[in-house]
Nanobody
Framework: VQLQASGGGLVQAGGSLRLSCAAS????????IAWFRQAPGKEREFVAA????????YYADSVKGRFTSSRDNAKNIGYLQMDSLKPEDTAVYYC????????????????????WGKGTQVTVSS
């Protein structure tokens, strides 16, 4: 599975951005799509995940209520709608895919994601 994230950019605090993750490859539609981010000097952290049918979504507490994960399986694209952005959301955002749904493991760092895409920079100015 190959992944390509896009849609990052510079936005003012309170603004919105929508990230896209284009997936290609065998059976990519059946994969969980997850989003992670890494800010300068910090470890990579889980942001959100959505199962292949969209039946389950997971969000880090820091983005819950502001970010929304969705997907269009017909187009093989996952989305991360980011609203009410804050300067602390500034990071490189990565999309990832895995056949497994880790459930609560997403929140606990108990995952071993199979596929990673290149990141896209999101910068939120104050």
């Amino acid at each position: 599975v190959q992944l390509q994230a896009s849609g990052g950019g510079l936005v003012q605090a309170g603004g919105s951005l929508r990230l896209s993750c284009a997936a290609s490859g065998r059976s990519s539609k059946s994969y969980v799509i997850a989003w992670f981010r890494q800010a300068p000097g910090k470890e990579r952290e889980f942001v959100a995940a959505i199962t292949w049918a969209g039946g389950s979504t997971y969000y880090a507490d820091s983005v819950k209520g502001r970010f929304t994960s969705s997907r269009d399986n017909a187009k093989n694209i996952g989305y991360l709608q980011m609203d009410s952005l804050k300067p602390e959301d500034t990071a490189v955002y990565y999309c990832a895919a895995d056949i497994r749904d880790y459930g609560s493991g997403w929140y606990q760092g108990r995952y071993d994601v199979d596929y990673w895409g290149k990141g896209t920079q999101v910068t939120v100015s104050s």
